[in-house]
């Protein structure tokens, strides 16, 4: 998605402003009147050119067919960008996991053995944005397979027929 963008006037809303140096040059970070990064992150972001605007956000406007054009804020500013890019974050809401017993990692993923997807509790497998810090849907079916595979793979054993 990002490369039909490249070299395009980028927005960006959340953490990946730096990142999406990468494809352009003229990249916004919008904080939406809420800056949640530290001094040194901003240090770093005005080094490397990246403007802040921290006006709180009125409306998205677009064309027709969807295309952003425009980004209008409550103070009635306007600022023409071609596209916006969001990363809000992630976090795991259900305890589950915890409740099983199963071990996580420095930013609460669930570990789990990366050929079998398997956690750290015998029989609770995971897969998709629980147990790592790759939020990709082709990551998360990839995972999926591994672990439908490892779990027929242990009925078979189970049953005898492996």
Do not use: W
Not at 77 to 101: H, I, K, N, P, W
Not at 134 to 159: M, T
């Amino acid at each position: 998605m990002v490369f039909e963008y490249r070299d395009k006037p980028l927005a960006i809303y959340g953490k990946g402003a730096l990142m999406m140096k990468r494809s352009s040059g003229d990249v916004i970070l919008c904080t939406n009147g809420s800056p949640t990064f530290s001094p040194e992150m901003q240090s770093r972001l005005e080094q490397h050119g990246v403007a802040i605007r921290p006006e709180s956000i009125a409306r998205l406007e677009g064309d027709e067919e969807g295309h952003l054009q425009r980004i209008r804020f409550t103070d009635g500013q306007v600022l023409e960008r071609t596209a916006m890019f969001f990363t809000t974050g992630c976090s795991q809401r259900s305890d589950l996991s915890e409740r099983l017993g199963c071990k996580r990692d420095e930013k609460g993923g669930i570990i789990s053995d990366p050929l079998t997807e398997e956690s750290s509790v015998p029989g609770v497998y995971v897969a998709g944005d629980a147990s790592r810090d790759v939020l990709l849907l082709a990551v998360a079916i990839a995972e999926g397979a591994k672990a439908a595979v490892a779990i027929n793979r242990s009925l078979l054993k189970e049953d005898g027929l492996l």
